[in-house]
């Protein structure tokens, strides 16, 4: 059973930077495809980013695309969000997913291909 703990949550204002980081333990493997979803009040969870579990491949959408950055320290099982340019918009819930079933170079985009889920941090950017 793979546990997922993100960490690096907080207030900040518009235009500054927070980094998330999501540590996995637990599994018999670190060739986890890794992923960043948020879910804002009153609004559906939607996809951030995601990472390969090579950390050669990486996708995002395109509401961050330039501001954030997603990268991946294999050896400590640990991905980061890097976020800069903070929106009041980025406000939400940021939780991390993992998934093993991957080949080096995937990244999963969809929140039903994740098998497993962090409990979530809180981002709050205030204008």
């Known amino acids: 059973q793979v546990q997922l703990v993100e960490s690096g949550g907080g207030l900040v204002q518009a235009g500054g930077s927070l980094r998330l980081s999501c540590a996995a333990s637990?599994?018999?493997?670190?060739?986890?495809?890794m992923g960043w979803f948020r879910q804002a009040p009153g609004k559906e969870r939607e996809f951030v980013a995601a990472i390969s579990w090579s950390g050669s491949s990486t996708y995002y959408a395109d509401s961050v695309k330039g501001r954030f950055t997603l990268s991946r320290d294999v050896a400590k099982n640990t991905a980061y969000l890097q976020m800069n340019s903070l929106k009041p918009e980025d406000t939400a819930v940021y939780s991390c997913?993992?998934?093993?079933?991957?080949?080096?170079?995937?990244?999963?985009?969809?929140?039903?291909?994740?098998?497993?889920w962090g409990q979530g941090t809180q981002v709050t950017v205030s204008s």
């Open positions: 637990g599994g018999t493997s670190s060739r986890y495809a």
């Open positions: 997913a993992a998934d093993l079933r991957t080949g080096a170079t995937t990244v999963l985009t969809t929140q039903r291909r994740y098998e497993y």
